[in-house]
C-alpha cells in the first residue's frame, strides 16, 4: 500500500511539475517585417523592404515580468543596387538564429512595453553579379556569417492573457565574414574573403501575435 501511495505521489508531482513548465511557455508568429537585406557592401547602399510570415520564437517565462526565448527567421530577396556606373544584381537566401531575454515592466497593463537583449547568428548564401562601367562583370558567389548583438524595444497590446499583438524594433551590431563559395572565372572575383563590423537599424523588425499557454 505504501508503495501504491508513493507511486501516485510521483505521477501527481511528475504531470504537477508538465503543466508548471507547459504554463511557462509562449510561441511568437512573425506575421511583418520592414527593414534590410544587405549585400557584400556597406548597409547605407540598400533599402529598406517589407517581408512576411518569416519566422517564430519560442519562449519561457519564468514570471510574468521576464521572458528567454530562442528565435529563427528564414528569409530570401533580390536585390537591385546601384548608383552612377556601379549596379549589383543578385539572389539572397539565408536563416537566422537568435537567442534573447526581455523583461516587461508593467506586464498587467493592456499596452505595455518590452526591454530586451538578444544574441543573433545570420548565415546566408548570395549569388549574382557586380557590373561597373569597365569590364569585367565581377561574379558574387559568397556565405555571408553575420553574429553580434542586438538591444530591442517591444510594444505589446493584450487582446486577454493568453494573445498579445506587438511589434519590435532592434539594432543589430556585429561582425560580418564573408567568404567565397566557389571559384569564380580569372579576374571576375571580388572579395575573394573579407571581415569588417556592421552596424543594422531595423525600424520594425517584426510584427505578429503571441500566444501564451498559461
Known amino acids: 500500500m505504501k508503495k501504491l501511495f508513493l507511486l501516485v505521489f510521483l505521477v501527481l508531482m511528475q504531470e504537477g511539475l508538465h503543466a508548471q513548465i507547459i504554463n511557462k511557455i509562449s510561441v511568437e508568429l512573425n506575421i511583418g517585417r520592414y527593414s534590410k537585406v544587405t549585400g557584400l557592401f556597406a548597409q547605407e547602399d540598400y533599402p529598406y523592404e517589407f517581408s512576411f510570415v518569416n519566422g517564430f520564437n519560442i519562449g519561457f517565462n519564468p514570471t510574468k515580468n521576464r521572458q528567454y526565448y530562442l528565435g529563427v527567421r528564414k528569409f530570401n530577396a533580390t536585390i537591385e543596387s546601384g548608383f552612377g556606373y556601379s549596379f549589383e544584381s543578385s539572389e539572397v537566401n539565408g536563416i ?52 553580434g548583438i542586438a538591444p530591442n524595444l517591444t510594444i505589446n497590446v493584450k487582446l486577454d492573457r493568453r494573445i498579445i499583438f506587438f511589434a519590435d524594433t532592434r539594432y543589430r551590431f556585429g561582425r560580418v565574414h564573408l567568404t567565397q563559395k566557389e571559384s569564380t572565372q580569372p579576374g571576375k572575383v571580388l572579395y575573394p574573403e573579407t571581415t569588417s563590423w556592421s552596424g543594422i537599424f531595423e525600424p520594425l523588425n517584426s510584427i505578429g501575435v503571441r500566444f501564451n499557454f498559461e
Request: glycine fraction near 10%.
Open 96 to 147: 537566422e538564429f537568435k537567442f534573447g531575454a526581455k523583461i516587461f515592466p508593467k506586464s498587467e497593463k493592456r499596452v505595455f512595453l518590452g526591454y530586451g537583449l538578444e544574441l543573433f547568428d545570420e548565415i546566408s548564401n548570395q549569388k549574382g553579379g557586380y557590373w561597373v562601367d569597365y569590364p569585367p562583370t565581377y561574379e558574387i558567389n559568397h556565405r555571408k556569417n553575420y553574429l
